[in-house]
């Protein structure tokens, strides 16, 4: 099974901040890597899809990049309805896998 | 507008069976793989089980393997999710989701989850 480890796993951010997460995976897994959002209580929210793909209706704020094993996700001016938890996925093979998550507060 | 709704979320005794429903529109259903994913309280997100558009194809977590069993009826747009043999670790937050494109194996609607409580 390919683990997908991300980095930190909390974070304190401002309001305007650049952020910057990190998704690592223990093989190769090309560009299929997704980033999701997820709010207390709610669904997550797919963000970015293979690596760098912005999903429709997604701020252009949020932006991916990566390609084998190692993944970021960056935030370029920190909003505060960003304040969340940031999972990142595989989408390589079967068994799917998610990172632990990465949450973000004040 | 797509929408994916959850039931049949309860709370059980280890040991027993349960069946989870998603029923979903807004969307060609028969064209997308769909998926499973699950939350325990407080924990990241675990994937579960997908199966392909057509329901010819099926795949499993380790954990669930043997136990859960997926299938899909594309005449009513309905996903299911068959639990046996249910344990305190399978207590969570059941998701299901749709595949962004025919099979790609990332999602971009969800359902708002349906709890699973398994206790004695």
């Known amino acids: 099974d390919i683990q997908m480890t991300q980095s930190p796993s909390s974070m304190s951010a401002s309001v305007g901040d650049r952020v910057t997460f990190t998704c690592r995976a223990s093989q190769t897994i090309n560009k299929y890597l997704n980033w999701y959002q997820q709010k207390p209580g709610k669904a997550p929210k797919l963000l970015i899809y293979s690596g760098s793909s912005l999903q429709s209706g997604v701020p252009s704020r949020f932006s991916g990049s990566g390609s084998g094993t190692d993944f970021t996700l960056t935030i370029s001016s920190l909003q505060p309805e960003d304040f969340a938890t940031y999972y990142c996925q595989q989408s390589f093979s079967t068994p799917l896998t998610f990172g632990g998550g990465t949450k973000v507060d004040i | ?120």
Not at chain 2, 32 to 55: D, F, N
């Open chain 2, 1 to 120: 507008e797509v929408q994916l709704v959850e039931s049949g979320g309860d709370l059980l005794q280890p040991g027993g069976s349960l069946r989870l429903s998603c029923a979903t529109s807004g969307f060609s259903f028969s064209s997308h793989a769909m998926t499973w994913v699950r939350q325990a309280p407080g924990k990241g997100l675990e994937w579960v089980s997908s199966v392909s558009a057509s329901g010819g194809s099926t795949y499993y977590a380790d954990s669930v393997e043997g136990r859960f069993t997926i299938s899909r009826d594309n005449s009513k747009n309905t996903l299911f999710l068959q639990m046996n043999s249910l344990r305190a670790e399978d207590t969570a937050v059941y998701y299901c989701a749709k595949d962004r494109i025919t099979i790609s194996w990332d999602f971009d609607y969800w359902g708002q989850g349906t709890l699973v409580t398994v206790s004695s």
